[in-house]
């Protein structure tokens, strides 16, 4: 059932320094890509999402880059900060298909 | 605004015994979502409900079902209970059919299996 790969499973960074997750998917008809940013005990929630129509997608310190030839799409985390630390999740989905499928998360540790 | 509340916490049971899970989805919500989510497979989609008909189903045997009430609230429950039924099980919702851009999950239940 696993159609998104999702990697790092774990990652370290100092404060001040960018965090990078990447997730590839299989389904070239996913057109929905989001990240969810867990924090323990709390569910998932959105965090920034792109569309297979641009490269880049910039929140804040948060930017999505998506490669559509490559399948391939990554959440860079710029000036990191401890409040950071939180497992990531990525997603993908076909529009108005429910069936969300979900990377394995990544657990983000950044260290003051 | 109150958002996605789900209960108990924590649930505890033994193997063969049948497990009962509720979700209240934001007010003005008429979809919801379950997904299990277990150590190291990240979210793994198992129902939704929207308007009171299950509208899709993830791949899990039968033992899981559940229903959605006139209130839109909805209860999951997973009979025969395995021990690889341990996990946290995270209801979602949403404004309408399919609106993905707008999910909202609960804190989830714990569910434990001895």
């Known amino acids: 059932q696993q159609q998104v790969k999702q990697s790092p499973q774990s990652l370290i960074v100092q404060k001040g320094g960018i965090s990078i997750i990447n997730c590839a998917y299989e389904n070239t008809a996913f057109d929905y890509f989001p990240w969810y940013q867990q924090f323990p005990g709390k569910g998932p929630a959105l965090l920034i999402a792109i569309r297979p129509d641009v490269s880049e997608k910039k929140e804040g310190r948060f930017t999505i880059s998506f490669n559509k030839s490559a399948k391939q799409f990554s959440l860079h985390i710029m000036d990191s900060q401890p409040g950071d630390s939180a497992t990531y999740f990525c997603?993908?989905?076909?529009?108005?298909?429910?069936?969300?499928?979900f990377g394995a998360g990544t657990r983000l540790t950044v260290k003051p | 605004e109150a958002g996605v509340t789900q209960s108990p916490t924590h649930l505890i049971k033994t193997r063969g015994q049948q497990a009962t899970l509720r979700c209240s989805p934001i007010?003005?919500?008429?979809?919801v979502y379950w997904y299990q989510q277990a150590l190291g497979l990240g979210l793994q989609f198992l129902l939704w409900y929207d308007e009171g008909e299950e509208r899709n189903r993830g791949n899990f045997p039968p033992r899981f079902s559940g229903r959605q009430f006139p209130n839109y609230s909805s209860e999951l429950n997973v009979n025969a209970l395995e021990l690889e039924d341990s996990a946290l099980y995270l209801c979602?919702?949403?404004?309408?059919?399919?609106?993905?851009?707008?999910?909202?999950f609960g804190s989830g239940t714990q569910l434990s299996v001895l």
């Open positions: 007010s003005g919500h008429t979809s």
């Open positions: 979602a919702s949403s404004l309408g059919t399919g609106d993905l851009e707008k999910l909202f």
């Open positions: 997603a993908a989905s076909k529009e108005g298909f429910n069936d969300m499928r």
